[in-house]
């Protein structure tokens, strides 16, 4: 008795223990990052019924959830669904469903072949019914994107069916068995998608839908290299399959114009190994049945020794009576290359880096497949056949808009500035308009600063021109520029720009109707601006974005946009830039009014999305500690209801606070920080505080901070969750001084968070990676405040720097220090102390912080050999450094095995110099070459 009594007290004690260690948050770990759910595809149906998102964790399976919009509690949920999309008669849903992540990686452990993995499925869910049907093995899917209830798929190939000993007929036993054809070409269903009507094609190679759903095109892949490539168009009206072309080796640029009348596709009969194939352009009849135009390279009006291009997919305009294509120059012929006595060790591999070359080597290198695809603008008139092309190695870049409804088109050329790009990226560009109807091109401006576009009626061009700090128009009628901005008695150029550059602009909203006027932003307000008129323009927000410190700015509702029309509602997304509160407010195009607020709350907005044929619309809303879940409402906004539910295990993890701080340069200039405070803070007690930075970061104050594996950074949520301070300062620099104005902006923002309490000041950290790295490396030369530090990515010595390569994009680093970011304001002989005096490598000596370094062997931003100066220096002065370098990795970590990797040793580094945690092995004995691969050394010594 005795013995079951203290059995039966030990297990309700054992349980009221659990349940009271289950009610106690925890900190995040780094296993918390693979089941962190985020959320994207959200899309709401055109007639605002239903709505649906995709879930997906971090590392696993995703989930997709539909419901309806008036019900957002019913859910249907498709686990693994992804890509989804709603049909266009608003009816049905589809989408793919991915394998089981788990059970492909256990083939793959197995090592099994390609072929035998799982494979994607489909689904067909309607909407009124919540009936789904699935489809196996699917490669791809298509439906029609403006009307339409049809939906195209294509299937994977057929698995191979192994030998049955019991089919074989022994007195056929001489008989060859009939061997599979080979093709590249797959199944392909298409069908109505509730199933009446269907369809299915073999040997299908590629396929698509036209706009409007009425025809779809299909085309066979060869077999068994025998020339009978075929193209067809599917009536989906009648059923009706027609031939449109065959006995070619491949076809592309498949394009049906908006109506459906055309159909253009390019062609060539030449094998996919030939060096130099030719293509054929053509344009189908749909309703007639017959190609109507053939263009090839004699064509006459092509570019002279040109050729029909097949890496520019053709476009037409909206009433259909344009086409337009790409020409390419003709093949050339070297000697060289076409030298079959030479044999490939034989060939010379080397660069030649030309003073006089547009773009040095690195560029040439890294564009050359663009260059070896680049193709020259032409139209065909689609009626009278007649072929004019527009642009041409002289004037060689021509603009189209989304939509194609006007006779006009801009073209420019920067080839006359392109030399000096290496230094100068703000180069000018010869602009011209062009006569669709002729192909004549007309100057509009020569060096012009900015990338004009085009007016929906095409009456202007409109740009930005930095070197005036204005907005401009030209009147193509009249020939004659106009300053839509100089009569406006407020700035139009970034007001907080601190770079040696030319300013960028706030931007433009968007014209009004019949080009009667274009709304343009500045820092806060919204003008309307009349260009024949532009000293009349008025702000539409009267004024009360600059006068309350609010930035307004036009929410856009509309999908394909061309113009703005005024009798539809006027709705703002509004930011305090001093409260950092964000919200909506209804506007007027006249002026005469103030915007009224609707909504306006402590939260980040963004991702608003109306349905076309309703007021109803979603939108993503944050804070720190509130997740980026999707809410419903109208545009109204008098109502929000919250539709998803990310991450609800964070209820039991302590995430903290975050709170504005401002604060006071050692120049008196007023600027602000981010503090993050960790869950129950008391500011009695002390708590290690890591500051990170970058830029300005203080408007982000409301966002969400996923916890994540680190690509470079810390993970602010983890660090939080485990009892550190982090504070994030804004920093506002002078041109020739960054490291200096890094200096003057975040020790005075340190010290106004120590002043208020809660901070461990002998227990303070800095971390950053690329110029938040640099400015880590220069403030250790110049503070011993802090007793740990990170830099990830850090350029110490800006003089051998200047010299190097981008080389993920090929460019010189110059511009770097010239006009950007590193703001020296001038090239290395010109201002050689201020590159000295900026640069930490020679200011080594003073460190007296150790120092935990990384930076990877591909580096494309940040040269590589700039992280090892760093660390060969603290070396040789005998500092506590160490180097970490991700083989075959970039600027910033992609493989995600890395990321957790570095998000371990960022907090065995940090936890050992701020909390007194024992230092891990790769520490204190680092990791022998001879034991790299074998071991990590994340244990801990005594």
């Known amino acids: 008795m005795f013995r079951k009594y203290s059995t039966l007290l030990g297990f309700a004690l054992l349980l009221a223990s659990q349940t009271g260690f289950a009610q106690q948050k925890r900190s995040l770990t780094h296993a918390d990052y693979d089941g962190w759910e985020s959320l994207g595809s959200e899309q709401i149906t055109k007639n605002g019924q239903f709505v649906g998102y995709q879930i997906s964790p971090q590392d696993g399976d995703a989930r ?36 089981q992540k788990d059970s492909v990686r256990v083939l793959k452990l197995k090592k099994k072949k390609a072929d035998d993995l799982p494979k994607d499925s489909l689904f067909i869910l309607q909407l009124a019914t919540g009936k789904i049907e699935k489809l196996a093995r699917v490669k791809s899917f298509s439906i029609p994107s403006e009307k339409g209830s049809w939906i195209a798929v294509h299937f994977e190939k057929e698995l191979a069916k192994k030998a049955d000993p019991a089919d074989s007929v022994k007195s056929d036993s001489t008989k060859k068995a009939e061997k599979p054809k080979k093709t590249d070409g797959t199944k392909l269903l298409v069908r109505s ?72 596709f390019i062609a060539t ?100 497949s663009r260059e070896e695809k680049a193709s020259y603008l032409a139209l065909l008139e689609t009626g009278s056949g007649k072929v004019i092309q527009l642009a041409d190695p002289e004037l060689d870049d021509v603009y189209l808009e989304n939509k194609i409804t006007q006779d006009v088109a801009l073209a420019s050329t920067d080839q006359a500035y392109r030399r000096s790009y290496s230094w100068d990226i703000q180069t000018g560009r010869d602009v011209y308009w062009i006569d669709l109807k002729t192909g004549k091109a007309s100057l509009i401006e020569k060096n012009a600063s900015g990338n004009p576009r085009l007016s929906p009626e095409a ?112 709705i703002l997304s509004a930011f305090n830039e001093v409260t950092k509160e964000n919200g909506f407010y209804s506007g007027n195009f006249d002026g005469k009014s103030a915007p ?14 109306k349905a076309e044929e309703s007021s109803q619309v979603i939108v993503r809303r944050t804070t720190y500690r509130e997740n980026p879940d999707v809410y419903l409402t109208d545009l109204s906004f008098k109502s929000l209801t919250k539709a998803s539910n990310l991450n609800p295990q964070q209820a039991n993890i302590k995430w903290g606070n975050v709170e504005l701080v401002s604060y006071l340069t050692l120049d008196g200039d007023e600027l602000q920080g981010l503090l993050f405070k960790p869950e129950g803070f008391d500011p009695a007690k002390k708590y290690p505080m890591m500051v990170y930075f970058y830029e300005r970061n203080s408007d982000t104050y409301h966002s969400y901070r996923t916890p994540a594996p680190s690509r470079s950074t810390i993970n602010i949520p983890y660090f939080v969750s485990n009892d550190y301070m982090v504070f994030v300062p804004d920093i506002k620099y002078k041109i020739g001084l960054p490291g200096q104005s890094a200096l003057e902006c975040i020790v005075p923002g340190v010290q106004a968070v120590v002043a208020r309490g809660g901070v461990d000041t002998d227990n303070m950290a800095i971390q950053g990676q690329s ?33 190097g390569i981008r080389w993920g994009t090929g460019m010189s680093r110059m511009f770097q220090y010239e006009q950007t970011q590193s703001r020296i304001g001038g090239t290395l002989w ?99 070459a001879v034991e790299k691969g074998r071991t990590l050394k994340y244990d801990l010594g005594n």
């Open 64 to 99: 997709l959830e539909i419901f309806p919009y008036a019900k957002p509690a019913g859910k249907t949920v498709i686990p693994r669904a992804m890509g989804f999309s709603f049909s266009a008669d608003d009816a049905f849903a589809v989408g793919k469903i991915a394998p």
């Open 193 to 264: 998608l509730d199933g009446a009507k269907s369809w299915e094609f073999e040997r299908v190679k590629s396929y698509g839908f036209a706009q409007n759903g009425d025809f779809l095109q299909y085309t066979l892949a060869e077999e068994d290299t025998l020339d009978n490539a075929a193209l067809y168009v599917l009536d989906l009206a009648t059923g009706e399959s027609k031939l449109v072309h065959e006995k070619m080796t491949a076809y592309s640029g498949l394009t049906f114009s908006p109506q459906s009348k055309y159909l253009s």
């Open 269 to 368: 009969d030449d094998s996919a190994k030939h060096k130099k194939p030719e293509h054929k352009l053509f344009l189908y009849q749909v309703a007639q049945g017959n190609v109507t135009q053939e263009l090839g390279k004699e064509t006459a009006g092509l570019l002279e020794n040109g050729r029909i291009s097949p890496d520019r997919v053709p476009r037409f305009s909206e009433d259909e009576s344009r086409m337009f294509f790409g020409v390419a120059k003709g093949y050339r012929d070297f000697a060289y290359e076409d030298d079959t006595t030479i044999l490939d060790e034989e060939r010379v591999s080397l660069d030649i880096w030309g003073w006089q070359d547009a773009e040095i080597q690195p560029m040439q290198l890294k564009n050359r």
């Open 459 to 570: 009456g202007y061009a409109y740009w930005y021109d930095g070197r005036d700090s204005a907005w401009v128009a030209y009147d193509l009628a009249k020939a004659e520029k106009i300053n839509l901005t100089k009569e406006i008695p407020v700035p139009f150029y970034e007001e907080l720009h601190d770079s040696p550059s030319l300013p960028g602009s706030y931007g433009a909203e968007g014209w009004l109707a019949d080009d009667a006027a274009i709304l343009i932003s500045d820092r806060y307000d919204i003008w309307k601006v009349d260009p024949k008129n532009p000293a009349a323009a008025v702000s539409i927000t009267m004024g009360e974005g600059r006068k309350n410190r609010v930035t307004f700015r036009r929410a856009s509702l509309k999908r394909d946009e061309r113009f703005i029309d005024a009798k539809e509602p006027l």
């Open 596 to 609: 009224k607020q609707l909504l306006m709350t402590a939260n980040n907005y963004y991702g608003l999305r």
């Open 771 to 803: 110029w938040g790295g640099y400015q880590v490396a220069y403030l250790i030369t110049q503070t011993n405040m802090f007793k740990a530090a990170g830099a990830g990515a850090p350029v110490v010595n800006m003089t051998s720097a200047y010299g």
């Open 830 to 928: 010109e201002k050689p102390l201020y590159y000295l005096e900026n640069s930490p490598l020679f200011m080594m000596d003073r460190v007296e912080t150790p120092v935990l370094i990384m930076h990877n062997d591909e580096d494309g931003a940040v040269p590589w050999y700039q992280g090892i100066e760093m660390f060969m220096a603290l070396k040789r002065l005998n500092k506590p450094a160490w180097l970490l370098q991700y083989n075959g990795e970039d600027h910033n970590l992609t493989q995600r095995k890395n990321s957790k990797d570095l998000s371990v040793r960022l907090s065995q580094f940090f936890d050992h110099y701020l909390k007194g945690a024992s230092a891990p092995l790769w520490m204190t004995e680092g990791l022998p």
